[in-house]
């Protein structure tokens, strides 16, 4: 079983196609980078592996589960455009409130924090973060829990260079399979052990990146 099988899906929003016969699977352990303009369906793509966006047609599967089955809830972390956090708390406090929604111990958050390097602004507000630092954050959510598969919508927008590369080494480091998005073939270059490139909703190619 891979983490991920998807088979001829295809999504349209009226007379828009977002995603057209999309073939990918991915398997345990992969760090697989989807490649592609804004716009070219990236984002429907992981929406739809997390059961926030319904298919119309084809297959999609999740650990071997419907996208969206609370059997694979807390299996998956995730980070999909932009993180959302509650402004008058502290980033420590944002995660306590997921873990506690997930049933994690609370010990996962610092985990998390120390992960993406936020433990010396972890009692800081939301509100004060730069949008690095909000970034990271999110990474950190999605990492709460140590989840089999990391599913990461341009993780790196909004970093600084050097953030940048400790979010590429934190990549490199994850036990289970991440499942990345990126405008930047540099990006996925450097992380990715498979690349996937998507124009106007079609996976057009795929090739191994790193052995």
Request: net charge positive.
């Amino acid at each position: 079983m891979r983490p991920i099988e998807v088979s001829a899906l295809t999504k349209r929003y009226g007379r828009t196609t977002a995603l057209d016969g999309v073939d990918l699977n991915v398997e345990k352990g992969q760090v697989y980078g989807l490649l592609g303009r804004n716009g070219a369906g990236k984002t429907t793509l992981m929406r739809t592996l997390l059961g926030l966006v319904r298919p119309g047609s084809g297959t999609v599967r999740v650990l071997g589960h419907a996208p969206g089955d609370p059997a694979v809830f807390r299996r998956v972390g995730a980070l999909i455009e932009g993180a959302a956090f509650y402004p008058h708390l502290t980033g420590r406090d944002n995660l306590r409130l997921l873990a506690r929604y997930s049933a994690l111990p609370e010990s996962e958050v610092d985990k998390a924090l120390a992960r993406v390097g936020l433990m010396d602004r972890a009692g800081d507000r939301y509100r004060g973060y730069s949008q690095g630092m909000k970034q990271r954050l999110g990474v950190a959510s999605a990492l709460l829990g140590s989840p089999e598969l990391v599913v990461l919508d341009e993780p790196a927008n909004g970093l600084d260079p050097a953030s940048m590369a400790a979010l590429r080494q934190l990549i490199r480091d994850m036990e289970g399979t991440v499942l990345l998005s990126s405008h930047l073939l540099g990006e996925v270059a450097q992380v990715c052990d498979r690349v996937g490139v998507l124009r106007d909703g079609r996976l057009v190619s795929t090739a191994r990146w790193r052995n």
